[in-house]
């Protein structure tokens, strides 16, 4: 059980890492401090084949471009903020619009595209632990406060991947860090997601307008094509939703509580991996946008459907919503966000 650390390029003349977390069974993940980003998880199949279950770039450069986020930390606030405005205290804000009218994941410089300060926090003989610290100052992408954020990334066990994320501030402000893996259990580079069995522990979801915007309404999943509650391919009712999935769900249980939000299984490799979280709120996005135009590894073309994402968070807009889970934090608060991402076979789930 190790961290190694090997040079990944340089950005405006600062070197960048990779570092490699290698558990006892084989698991590796290999993070780099430019945008605290997974850039491959290497998990067994049923077969105990080692293969990377994540879509993402060989180089640095890969990830310089805007977008899809792919594996990073995307903040200050994940998701959409309709017209980059919100209201704290009788203020208004106005941030970056990078999503036609609104906001997108922080910005055009959001979080995704900083360096972060890492540290080994891996103890002689334990677990390994990668500490992630950057320091957001007040105003940038017009936030206000200066935001401290420290995301820690854990082999907590065989084939589990941890990830805490905590925050704090000396002005009020609003916080939704998310992590942006887009994940392929398969195992084949340019395979599709459409069969892989997913189910979502949540009852209600928030529907959206034409901008991907929260209307404001919670509505129940029964009886429409976003209803995972029972295990079903990604891809059975996806002509029964207009451009995708790309919507949040309003997780079972209690906020602030590590529970179980999400399950998939991709049948032919029998690999498996449940979402464990205690945000309230969870984006599942089918990678539908993904065009072919983006070549990842191994010179792999991403067309639509080649990667889902997980993403637990706030809810979409939730500044501009007080009938949401409140994203606002103040001097003297700690935000506190952890998942866990844990894999196994299961050949006949």
């Known amino acids: 059980m190790s961290i190694s650390q090997r040079s990944f390029g340089t950005v405006d003349g600062e070197s960048i890492s990779l570092y490699t977390l290698s558990g006892p069974d084989g698991t590796q993940a290999r993070i780099t401090n430019f945008g605290a980003t997974l850039v491959g998880l290497d998990v067994a199949d049923a ?55 609104n906001h997108l994941h922080g910005g055009t410089r959001g979080f995704d595209k900083v360096v972060w300060v890492a540290e080994d926090r891996t103890e002689l003989g334990e677990i390994p632990a990668l500490a992630m610290r950057y320091v957001s100052p007040d105003g940038e992408e017009g936030y206000p406060g200066t935001l401290t954020v420290e995301v820690v990334f854990t082999l907590t066990a065989p084939a589990e991947l941890r990830i805490d994320m905590s925050a704090h501030t000396d002005r009020a402000t609003v916080v939704n860090l998310a992590h942006h893996s887009y994940w392929n ?12 069995e997913l189910s979502i522990n949540a009852k209600y979801y928030t529907p959206v307008d034409d901008g991907r915007i929260p209307t404001g309404r919670v509505e129940p999943v029964a009886g429409t094509p976003y209803d995972f509650r029972v295990p079903k391919p990604i891809g059975r009712d996806i002509g029964n939703v207009p451009g995708g999935y790309d919507v949040n769900y309003v997780l079972d249980g209690e906020p602030g509580v590590l529970r179980l939000a999400a399950r998939v299984h991709e049948p032919v490799s029998g690999r498996a991996m449940e979402l464990h979280t205690t945000q309230p709120g969870l984006q599942f996005y089918d990678g539908s946008k993904l065009d072919g135009h983006c070549r990842g590894k191994g010179q792999t073309l991403y067309c639509a ?33 952890s998942m866990v991402h844990r894999f196994y076979s299961a050949i006949g789930l």
């Open 47 to 101: 077969l105990n084949q080692m293969t990377d279950v994540t879509l993402g770039f060989d180089a640095l450069d890969g990830y310089l471009v805007p977008g899809p986020y792919m594996g990073a930390i995307v903040g200050r606030c994940a998701n959409r903020i309709r017209a980059g405005r919100f209201r704290i205290d009788g203020h208004e804000y106005c941030l970056a619009l990078n999503d036609g009218s």
């Open 185 to 196: 259990l398969s195992g084949r580079p340019g395979g599709t997601i459409l069969d892989h």
């Open 305 to 337: 459907h080649t990667g889902f994402c997980l993403e637990s968070q706030h809810f979409p807009d939730s500044p501009n919503h007080p009938e949401f889970p409140s994203a606002v934090l103040r001097p003297g608060q700690v935000y506190r966000h």
